[in-house]
């Protein structure tokens, strides 16, 4: 019953953890889409470049800017997981 309550916590954090990685891409992404719909509307320039080009640069700062900080994040939950894969091998191990 213990390991299932421990898997169940990798999983909710796990679920976090994605959230708080792809979480900054995604809104910077919207963010600028959101502001090149508006602008293309305005103007009635209907370009299929106006947004990607964008988007791709604002994605590119963003992973450039946070990058470090998400990895760390990701490898400290790996660290996690591990560890928790360990513990629960020992445990294994130890009771029959």
Do not use: C
Not at 6 to 23: G, I, Q, R, S
Not at 70 to 84: K, N, R, S
């Amino acid at each position: 019953m213990e390991d299932i309550s421990a898997l169940l916590d990798l999983a909710d954090k796990m679920l976090w953890v994605t959230a708080l990685v792809a979480a900054p891409v995604l809104l910077a992404s919207l963010a600028v889409g959101l502001v090149v719909g508006v602008v293309q509307a305005a103007t009635s320039v209907n370009e299929q470049t106006l947004t990607f080009v964008p988007k791709l640069a604002v994605t590119a700062l963003v992973l450039v800017v946070l990058g470090g900080s998400m990895m760390t994040l990701i490898g400290d939950f790996t660290q996690e997981v591990f560890a928790q894969v360990a513990r629960t091998g020992q445990a294994e191990q130890v009771s029959p």
